[in-house]
């Protein structure tokens, strides 16, 4: 019998448990699994609130549909009736400039517009910066050249390509949403691989992006009717209920005779396995006694996140435009870094006639905000709104949701330093790094990574007992 521990229950640790339990039913290796969550509830980052028949997510909103991973676990667990779809007919965002909203042009993808004609209307861009847009495609040989063949910041890459404008007003604010703050530090290779690749077979992105076109796209993103939570509640279901330690914080890990021992506030406990998904600062500070190196190379910054949802009645009295949503540029004067219009982004979810407003507080402002209490910060995020969409009614239901260092930064070298730390955790017979520190932070990427250790974990116990 192997014996498991999984430290974290956010989706990480929990897809990483559900995928467990599903070799255990195969017929697979008997497994002793023990999931140790330090607070009173499972999920971590993921909530749904429900109330007064809108779904308020405090955490994530859905996932990327291009990457398959978060589907196909929705599927598997009965809730494909369930899936719904951004509505990406009305998908438009919009940019605070000088107090105004102004849309960004049609069809960009992130900062890099698929048709150059779109930028003729736009109040969004300078002229310079239109002209910069225009000459990225006539500088494609010279950009191809340029292509460093090492990483560098995404603030060098979207600088090199469309100036510092357009990473100001559009590639800051949609990154640092994202991934902890600063486009400066973000390693371009580990957050914007596609488009790196583009650089280096064409030069220029926009030529990158046109030579897609015509590639049928399925709505951006997608999501739960009744919310995110319903996954992390139907994996719960499917998880034995004797695995699940609630209220049991790991405290630290070592390793003893060819085995593991976890440490808790509880205890201690031997085991052959342990799956670390505890964020990322959390993890780096249980492997500094196990192995310098690798918690220096865990080292990173991360940043806090700030979400006040917003519900109201009558969507009528509170006028918004058509679209998904808004981003601040830094230097704006606003705490916000953004805003969703989730009854526009998503149908289906809010009681008819019904607006939700999602805003959300990131980096310095996080901080501020995070120390506020629930009144204070809700109050600070309705004045925040109010002087950018007008006088606001009272909402029918608010939700503020703190995530502290909720947001780790890949910062340049990125994937380098994470080879490295697979090596040396490779050789740690049995320790695995789940979450969102090092493969990727969406749910997707989190999803595919836990079922995947998990599956190498139990074809390499088959294969090791013949
Ligand atoms: C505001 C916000 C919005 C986001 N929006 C999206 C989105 O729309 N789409 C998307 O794909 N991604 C989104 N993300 C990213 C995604 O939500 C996260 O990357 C993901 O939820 C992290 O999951 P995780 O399991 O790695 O970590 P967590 O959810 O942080 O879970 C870690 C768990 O470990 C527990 N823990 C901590 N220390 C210990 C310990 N010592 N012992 C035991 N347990 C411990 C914690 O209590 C927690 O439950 C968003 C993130 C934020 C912050």
Known sequence: MKRVAIVGGGVAGLAAAYEMARVADGGGERMRVVLYEASSRLGGIVETVREGGFVIEGGPDGWMTEKPWARELAVQLGLG????????????????????????PDGMRMMVPADLATLDQSALFSAEAKDAFRNEVTRAEELRAAAPAQDESVAEFVERH?????????????LSGVFGGDVRKLSV????????????EHGSLIAGLQARAGVKKAPIFTTLRSGLGTLIDR???????????????????????????????????????????????????????????????????????????????????????????????????NLLLACTFMDQKFGDRIPAGGRLLRAFFGGEAAKRVMRCGN????????????????????????????????????????????AELEERVRRMDGLWLLGNGYR???????????????????????????
């Open 375 to 418: 009144d204070e910060t809700a109050a600070v995020a309705r004045m925040e709104l109010a002087r950018i969409l007008g006088p606001l009614p009272e909402p029918r239901v608010t939700v503020v949701r703190r995530w502290p260092l909720s947001l780790p930064q890949y910062g340049v070298g990125h994937l380098e330093r994470m």
């Open 162 to 174: 469309f100036g510092d404008e357009v990473l100001e007003k559009i590639g800051a604010p949609l």
């Open 235 to 333: 994996m719960v279901a499917a998880i034995p209920q004797a695995w699940i330690h609630l209220g049991v914080e790991v405290v630290s890990i070592r390793r003893d005779g060819g085995e593991w021992v976890v440490g808790t506030n509880v205890g201690e406990e031997r085991f052959d396995v342990v799956m670390m998904a505890a964020p990322v600062h959390v993890a780096r500070a249980l492997m500094e006694p196990l192995d310098a190196r690798a918690a220096e190379l865990m080292e990173m910054e991360a940043s806090s996140a700030v979400v006040v949802g917003f519900a109201y009645d009558d969507a009528a009295r509170v006028p918004v435009p058509a679209g998904f949503g808004f981003l601040v540029p830094a230097g704006s004067n």
């Open 81 to 104: 009736e369930e899936l719904i779809y951004s509505n990406d007919e009305g998908r438009r965002t919009y940019v605070l400039l000088d107090g105004r909203l102004e849309a960004i």
């Open 189 to 200: 290779r580990a957050v914007m691989a596609p488009f790196v690749a583009m650089e280096r």
């Open 440 to 466: 990727g932070v969406g749910l997707p990427d989190l999803i595919r990574d836990a079922r995947e250790a998990v599956r190498t974990l139990a074809a390499h116990t088959v294969s090791s007992l013949h």
